[in-house]
T-cell receptor, first 115, second 110 residues
Framework: ETGVTQTPRHLVMGMTNKKSLKCEQHLGHNAMYWYKQSAKKPLELMFVYNFKEQTENNSVPSRFSPECPNSSHLFLHLHTLQPEDSALYLC??????????????FGSGTQLSVL | SQQGEEDPQALSIQEGENATMNCSYKTSINNLQWYRQNSGRGLVHLILIRSNEREKHSGRLRVTLDTSKKSSSLLITASRAADTASYFCATDSNTGKLIFGQGTTLQVKP
């Protein structure tokens, strides 16, 4: 148990659906991240939040909409996704905002399938 | 562009043997980290080595860093079936973001 919890673990959605991924960390960290992991590709950083403020949007399409209501919770709202968006979505946190020498604590991920 | 690249992409060994994985990167770094991922799970941090360090140990893990060659290696000694997983290196860019490689898939046969 890493202290970072993601729900749901698995999600199947149609291209016209709207769904949300949830991440919660119980570590008192101040930075939270969304990563996308597709088969045969490196992890892709999507969004970074430091002290609830978004500090990084890595050219992510607008059909992905993050929300960080407080330092412990992070959401990823999904709408009108494409089949190529099917992937494992990983949430992570770190004690300090994107500083060097910080290690990340990952959740178990949400395996998303878009039909 | 991809910062870290692991080699080999896949490795299969017998229990008790040593496993060595390599990571190469392109730009200067502040530190390099290794993570492990079991199938369908999140990544777990293994070890961090700073740019001014050359070698670091943690239990059965040994990490080396050669900044002149922009490369690092992860050695797992006396491997166990439970070491079966994917292993990723991650380097920090100048903006402090961690950039991950594609990983090495290790299979340890009992």
């Amino acid at each position: 148990e890493t202290g970072v919890t993601q729900t749901p673990r698995h999600l199947v959605m149609g291209m016209t659906n709207k769904k949300s991924l949830k991440c919660e960390q119980h570590l008192g960290h101040n930075a939270m991240y969304w990563y996308k992991q597709s088969a045969k590709k490196p992890l892709e950083l999507m969004f970074v939040y430091n002290f609830k403020e978004q500090t990084e949007n890595n050219s992510v399409p607008s059909r992905f909409s993050p929300e960080c209501p407080n330092s412990s919770h992070l959401f990823l709202h999904l709408h009108t996704l494409q089949p190529e968006d099917s992937a494992l979505y990983l949430c992570a946190s770190s004690p300090l905002p994107t500083a060097s020498n910080e290690k990340l604590f990952f959740g178990s991920g949400t395996q998303l399938s878009v039909l | 562009s991809q910062q870290g690249e692991e080699d080999p992409q896949a490795l299969s060994i017998q229990e008790g043997e040593n496993a060595t994985m390599n990571c190469s990167y392109k730009t200067s770094i502040n530190n390099l980290q290794w993570y492990r991922q079991n199938s369908g799970r999140g990544l777990v941090h293994l070890i961090l080595i700073r740019s001014n360090e050359r070698e670091k140990h943690s239990g059965r893990l040994r990490v080396t860093l050669d900044t002149s060659k922009k490369s690092s290696s992860l050695l797992i000694t006396a491997s166990r079936a439970a070491d079966t997983a994917s292993y990723f290196c991650a380097t920090d860019s100048n903006t402090g973001k961690l950039i991950f490689g594609q990983g090495t898939t290790l299979q340890v046969k009992p």
